[in-house]
């Protein structure tokens, strides 16, 4: 039997927050969390409340060697437009990683964070 892979469920692996709760009403992007020793990340975009006409977002996890410079794309979470959770699995990671959130619509506004458990 595998384990559950949600943010109520088991944790296997270090637990990691890319981006602590977040209301946001612009693209913008998060602040550079050490990976440690990992390579992977399994991460979840917890979306509690999302406000606006025909708001969307899509989150953007991306690496770096020191955290400042030489940012690259490891994955794309499904564009969120509800309340809701989204789940990814992310490799390939450098000494950082960070959350870089797109969004789009009229007045719109999320509240949401990205977490997970890096292994």
Known sequence: MSPAFDPTG???GDP???LPSTVATTSATGPAVPSGAYNTL???VATTA???TTPSMTVTIETSADGSTGWTSVGAFAAVTTVTTVRKVVSGLDRFVRANY????TTPSFTFTVSGQAI
């Open 50 to 52: 999302v406000s606006g």
């Open 16 to 18: 990691i927050t890319v």
């Open 102 to 105: 797109a969004i789009t619509g």
């Open 10 to 12: 088991p944790i296997y």
């Open 42 to 44: 399994r991460l979840v």
